[in-house]
């Protein structure tokens, strides 16, 4: 039974962490796919970082800087550039040259986050404050039930690392491809299933500001199912004018102007 409740706790703060990131920072904050309710997007922009370790600003600057230059020598993060091991290492140098970036104003960063900015811990240069404090609550956590659960704890608010290098990695290296873009975005249902879609880099990437990353009758984005709890609770606007198009629907179409007779 403990076992099941380390796992239950992890799993919430991994869902959590993930929620966060791809509704929040992904498709609302960067990309406009949703509208968030003012005080939702205020909340994000100034207390993101306490809840899951990264600042909104930073990931937004370095995620718009990754769609400008998809898997070429100025992708901060491409396993073709990278490999799969140095996924890690460089997510964490493109987070922190946007960082540095946005706290000096300096281009690129000034001109692609001009609609954002950074949180209280990093303008003051006291960005480990919210990694102490989710240790702390950890540890709190540990001595109170038990040091697995903290650990669980610690582990699944802190998972956005491994997050965004199944991501990376796997979408930009293995997988189909339902559209012939000049990057290398891939497909990935395993990243797709394990990071609410996110795994679906090829159909990301030809419509980024897309709510919906799924293209596939076959293709599962949980991500879209959050979007539109989110709608229905009154977080945020689903923006339906740039969602992309249903497969079934473009076949249908492309079908019947094939049929139709030539003028």
């Keep these: 039974m403990y076992y099941a ?3 239950l706790v992890f799993f919430v703060a991994y869902a959590l962490t993930i929620v966060t990131t791809s509704v929040g920072y992904h498709r609302g904050l960067t990309h406009g796919a949703v509208t968030l309710h003012p005080r939702l997007r205020r909340f994000l922009m100034d ?17 718009r800087l990754h769609h400008q230059h998809s898997d070429t020598k100025d992708d901060p ?15 964490l140098a493109g987070y922190d040259r946007s960082l540095a970036g ?30 102490l404090l ?31 290098a199944c991501i990376n990695a796997l979408g930009h290296a ?3 491809r339902n559209f012939d873009l000049p990057d290398n975005s891939r497909n990935n249902t395993f990243a797709a299933w394990a990071v609410l879609g996110e795994g679906y880099q090829n159909n990301h990437h030809r419509y980024p500001a897309s709510a919906r990353f799924s293209y596939r009758p076959s293709e599962v984005d949980m991500g879209w199912g959050v979007c539109r709890l ?9 923006e339906r004018s740039t969602l992309m198009p249903k497969l079934v629907a473009v076949e249908a179409a492309a079908a019947a102007a094939a049929a139709a007779p030539a003028q």
């Design 230 to 238: 989110g709608e229905f609770l009154g977080l945020l606007r689903i």
């Design 134 to 164: 989710h240790a702390a609550i950890a540890v709190a956590v540990g001595v109170q039930w038990g040091w697995l659960m903290g650990v669980a704890l610690f582990a699944g608010m802190m998972s956005h690392a491994v997050q965004g």
């Design 77 to 91: 993060h491409s396993p073709l550039n990278v490999g799969f091991l140095g996924m890690f290492g460089a997510q």
């Design 174 to 176: 293995v997988g189909g």
């Design 47 to 63: 207390y993101g970082m306490w809840l899951i370790g990264i600042d909104a600003a930073a990931w937004i600057c370095m995620h």
């Design 102 to 131: 946005l706290k000096a104003g300096a281009e690129p960063y000034a001109t692609i986050g001009h609609d954002v900015h950074l949180s209280w811990p990093n303008r003051s240069g006291l960005w480990g404050l919210p990694y």
């Design 5 to 7: 409740l380390c796992f």
